[in-house]
């Protein structure tokens, strides 16, 4: 079974040509780092984690072309796993798709191995593509993927319901006990708060992150839940951190931070998106 695309043509361009140059547009424009991609990518492999936001590419694009760039620059991973929340509230807790996915750049493939492995190794994670199948917090990561690492790619997608610490942590650790004998990047998936004057919104998104920066996903999970803070994949960004943790990582760096008004113009109502690394 494939994937299809449901947000190709509104989130994104649905056709090959026109998708290309939105990409480029989202690395080379003014809310991008400016440059593509280009050449060999880099052999160094110390991003173990990736922050990245999943709007439409007009809005959030340049922010995720920042994080993409230090990856291709970074190297590419043997394995992916993307953390994305569920925004239908359809589906399992822990939901792992085990289908390719399909995009106007081509095919992703499942990584069966992997996922398989973590559905065994993880008492939370359940076979479920029904919490995939109109979500777009996922399958917003995969064309700057394929752009980046042209070829043949292979993934794990993990829609997280439950966005508890429980659940958090247990996926990965999950995932960081499997990096042992595999080198395996994590994504989390997540914009950051939704729908607040632009100046609210920094203020609560930087207090936020100051537990980023601390390396302390549980302290960033209680603030956002005890506070109401309408970062959507908050449990995806704890869960990376975590697994980031258990390897090794000591340090998170922020790469971009913007909202839509950069676009629309008005500060009066945003929606703000975070690119980060965690190496």
């Not at 704890?238 to 931070?257: I, P, T």
């Amino acid at each position: 079974m494939v994937r299809m695309p449901v947000v190709a043509g509104s989130f994104y361009e649905g056709e090959r040509g026109l998708l290309t140059r939105r990409i480029e547009e989202c690395f080379t424009g003014p809310h991008g780092p400016g440059r593509l991609p280009e050449g060999s990518p880099g052999d160094s492999r110390r991003i173990k984690a990736l922050i990245s936001p999943h709007a439409g590419y007009i809005y959030s694009g340049g922010a995720a072309a920042h994080g993409y760039l230090r990856l291709f620059e970074d190297g590419r991973p043997e394995r992916i796993v993307i953390l994305g929340p569920n925004h239908t509230g359809l589906g399992a807790r822990l939901a792992v798709c085990d289908e390719d996915w399909e995009t106007p750049l081509g095919v992703v493939k499942y990584d069966r191995a992997l996922g398989n492995m973590i559905i065994s190794q993880d008492s939370f994670a359940t076979r479920d593509c029904l919490a995939h199948g109109r979500e777009h917090s996922i399958e917003v990561q995969l064309p700057f993927l394929q752009y980046i690492f042209p070829g043949d790619i292979q993934f794990v997608p993990i829609c997280v319901s439950d966005q508890s610490w429980e659940v958090c942590e247990s996926i990965g650790k999950t995932v960081a006990s499997l990096a042992d004998d595999m080198d395996i990047l994590v994504i989390a998936s997540s914009d950051f708060t939704h729908f607040e004057h632009a100046d609210v919104a920094r203020q609560k998104d930087y207090q936020a992150l100051e537990f980023l920066e601390q390396m302390d996903p549980k302290g960033f999970l209680d603030f956002v839940h005890q506070h109401r803070i309408s970062i959507c994949g908050a449990g995806p960004i704890a869960a990376a951190m975590v697994s980031a943790k258990e390897r090794g990582a000591v340090e998170f760096n922020l790469l971009h931070y913007t909202n839509s008004g950069a676009v629309t113009g008005s500060p009066e109502s945003v929606v703000a998106y975070v690119s980060a690394e965690i190496v």
